[in-house]
């Protein structure tokens, strides 16, 4: 657990030198799920999707995230979003992952 919490000190203070930082926020978002913090989480890569809409790797585990909190028509949002944006950047694994993802919650959504 130490090793984990020095990276969470270490990403938060790389956000608090560049609030800017998508990248630190991603990861640190990836850590507070390690350890079940889903708020946290959601709060981080709520801001990334916002703030950063071409970060094309928030789109997966935010849809993921919002699965989790039962938030399907918003998890179905975000991987439509991303799917978008994926094509764009042809990110061609991250397209069938959000594909893959989008056809799960939909499944979910009419059961």
Known sequence: MPATNNKIKQLAQNIKA???DSFSKFALALEFLK???LQRAKILFEDVYNN???YVGVYYHLGKLY???EQ???AKKV???GIDVAAKQKEQR???ELEEALAEVNIEIEN
């Open 18 to 20: 560049n609030p800017d």
């Open 35 to 37: 350890q079940d913090n």
């Open 52 to 54: 950063d809409p071409d």
């Open 67 to 69: 699965e989790r909190l």
């Open 72 to 74: 399907l028509d918003d």
């Open 79 to 81: 991987y439509t979003e």
């Open 94 to 96: 991250t397209l069938k």
